[in-house]
């Protein structure tokens, strides 16, 4: 089973930014960030596959980049220009998901 460990979230500003980092335990082919806010569906937000080609939600788009480092099996999404409805619990996974979620990192953002 695949381990999954997010981290980097955090409380931010309006207009801020943050770094998520995910390392996997395996290295997987295309990777991805996902997003589940209160209330809502999780969804996808960002995805990269293992040659770097990415794929970005229209409301993130332009915002944050997925970038990902195949010796350390890890992938970061690098958030800018951050907004409140950008608030959720933050998780990484395969593209298409498996069951193997990790514990999620919060990002809150409020002033």
């Known amino acids: 089973q695949v381990q999954l460990v997010e981290s980097g979230g955090g409380l931010v500003q309006p207009g801020g930014s943050l770094r998520l980092s995910c390392e996997a335990s395996v290295n997987i082919f295309n990777r991805g960030w996902y997003r589940q806010a209160p209330g809502k569906q999780r969804e996808l937000v960002a995805s990269i596959t293992s040659i770097g080609i990415t794929i970005y939600a229209d409301s993130v788009k332009g915002r944050f980049t997925i970038s990902r480092d195949n010796a350390k099996n890890t992938v970061y999404l690098q958030m800018n220009s951050l907004k409140p409805e950008d608030t959720a619990v933050y998780y990484c996974?395969?593209?298409?998901?498996?069951?193997?979620w990790g514990q999620g990192t919060q990002v809150t953002v409020s002033s």
């Open positions: 996974n395969s593209v298409p998901a498996s069951r193997s």
